[in-house]
């Protein structure tokens, strides 16, 4: 009993001993099928999240590489346009120098030229003393030679009778008489000439008295302002098609340079250039830019352009009261408004030669209102001998004939400058007007321009000496301020600066009166607290 209890006992331990082991290597394999499920789900995890990662290290290397490219541009630009800066800086200097190296080119050829000049004057001056030499030489043996001839006729007159000496006397005094009445004569000839010059003289200035006219600052160039840069960048179009529509359909040139805000209408015809320049302006003010709103823009200012002439016509007329002109002579003279000779308004000009005309024939006691209508037609030829071949009198000329003028005024126009033969008094009456209008001062930009040299050339003289920083040409060219290194010159320095600007102004330049040299010194210390 008891072995078999036993036995029982023992398969007992043994089945249980089985299903533990069998619980145990099943639960062994669950743990082993659990871990690796959670191995997967955290690689899984992990993965996402490396993934993750990578997205946020791309996008912030990104970021990173745009902003470095960034920083990039914008150094680029800072320095280019340092650069700009700096080449323009350069630029500049070196137009300023080769001006200066001109101006000095200038100034030696001047002094060349003077030197030539005395070289010349001292040469002639030599000539003339050997002259005047060979010319009392010549006289001396004259003498001489007349003293014996009185002496043989003496001892010749002392043994001839009382009839024949009176006869050698009388044929003396006769040949003597001669001598003096060609003298006489020749005498009153030159005061004869003395008078016509000085009351031709006094006629001129009576009439220049007479007759003001203010000053001629009309430009043959015309220029339109731009607003701004983007403007100019839309004027000229992409690619240039603007700017060359814009040409083609007006006939002129426009000229777009780095003047800062303007941009230059050019063209041989004052006509087109007037009407490009209206037109120009409207499109800046509307705005819309492009090649059919400039063929629209044209046609108005045309027009406009046309009528202005016109009026300019007419009102010449009444300015000098003149009646009877043909109509498409009205439009001649208003076109001359726009036509320039020298810095001057042809049409002025033309009205200023009809009061000049009038008031010097009026004076000779001639036809004071003939001689205005020449006077104001003489130049009509200029108002279309860019379209005509020849000069302007031959033009003028054939104009006037054209359109029903009379003979003595169709003659001034072609004659005034001496290229057809002179018919009428009128035309040496118009040419002295005309040559008054020209060369009076303030008339043509001549005298402008001489006057702007003389300043320049007086900075010029200044800026040359050591230590002087700027100088500046004031009060019409009376005084030069200098402006020195305080420095490079102390105060002892500077009276002798100033002495020698004056000394070489004296030795270089002709001018009127005297020009006051002042220098200044002035050390400036400027510091800023922060």
């Known amino acids: 009993m008891h072995v ?62 745009a902003q470095a490219e960034a920083q990039a541009k914008s150094e680029f630009i800072s320095r280019r346009e340092k650069f700009d800066s700096e080449t ?80 050698i006397v009388l044929e003396r005094v006769e040949k003597d008489m001669e001598r003096e009445s060609a003298q006489l004569i020749q005498r009153k000839l030159e005061q004869a000439n003395e008078e016509a010059e000085s009351r031709a003289r006094e006629i001129i200035v009576t009439a220049i008295q007479r007759y003001a006219s203010d000053h001629t600052t009309v430009s043959t160039v015309s220029t339109v302002d731009i607003p701004s840069d983007d403007m100019k960048g839309r004027i000229i179009g992409r690619e240039g098609r603007n ?58 200012p045309e027009k406009e352009v046309q009528k202005e002439i016109h009026q300019h016509g007419k009102q010449a007329m009444l300015d000098t009261k003149i009646r009877g002109l043909h109509g498409k002579l009205v439009d001649l003279l208003g076109r001359l408004y726009l036509r320039t000779s020298y810095g001057q308004n042809v049409l002025k000009h033309s009205i200023e030669v009809a009061y000049l005309s009038q008031i010097i024939a009026e004076e000779l006691g001639f036809n004071g209102q003939t001689a205005r209508r020449c006077g104001l037609l003489h130049d009509i030829g200029k108002a279309v001998d860019h379209e005509v071949e020849g000069g302007h009198p031959q033009i003028g000329a054939d104009l006037l004939k054209r359109y029903g003028e009379r003979d003595e005024i169709v003659n001034v126009a072609g004659s005034h400058h001496g290229d057809l033969e002179a018919k009428n008094v009128y035309v ?27 300043l320049e050339k007086l900075e010029a003289i200044a800026t040359t000496f050591e230590g002087v920083n700027h100088a500046y040409a004031i009060q019409a060219g009376r005084e030069v301020r200098v402006i020195v290194d305080p420095s490079g010159v102390d105060d002892r320095l500077s009276a002798k600066v100033a002495r020698d600007i004056a000394r070489r102004i004296e030795e270089e330049m002709e001018y009127p009166g005297e020009v006051k040299v002042t220098l200044v010194r002035e050390l400036r210390c400027v510091e800023y607290a922060r």
């Open 428 to 454: 040496p009456i118009v040419a002295a007007a005309d040559a008054i209008s020209a060369s009076r001062p303030g008339a043509r930009r001549e005298s402008l321009e001489r006057y702007v040299q003389r």
């Open 243 to 300: 700017i060359r529509a814009f040409e083609k359909a007006s006939g002129v040139d426009v000229i777009v340079d780095d003047t800062p805000g303007v941009v230059v209408v050019s063209s041989f015809d004052p006509v087109r250039r007037e009407v490009a320049r209206k037109s120009l302006e409207r499109l800046i003010q509307d705005g819309r830019i492009h090649p059919t709103r400039i063929e629209e823009i044209l046609a108005a």
């Open 88 to 167: 323009a800086s350069a630029r500049k200097e070196v137009r300023a120098e080769e001006k200066r190296l001109a101006k000095r080119e200038d100034m030696i050829d001047q002094k060349l030229e003077t030197i030539n000049a005395k070289e010349r004057m001292v040469e002639a001056a030599q000539n003339g003393v050997r002259e005047r030499e060979k010319a009392l030489v010549n006289k001396d043996r004259q003498l001489n030679e007349i003293i014996a001839k009185q002496k043989s006729q003496l001892l010749k007159v002392a043994n001839l009778p009382m009839d024949e000496a009176r006869r």
């Open 4 to 65: 078999l209890a036993l036995s029982i006992l023992a398969e007992i331990s043994a089945v249980e001993a089985g299903i533990l082991a069998a619980g145990i290597a099943g639960g062994v394999a669950v743990g082993i099928v659990v871990r690796a499920s959670l191995e997967r789900l955290k690689r899984g995890a992990l993965e996402k999240e490396l993934e993750a990662s990578r997205t946020a290290a791309r996008a912030e290397a990104e970021k990173i590489v």
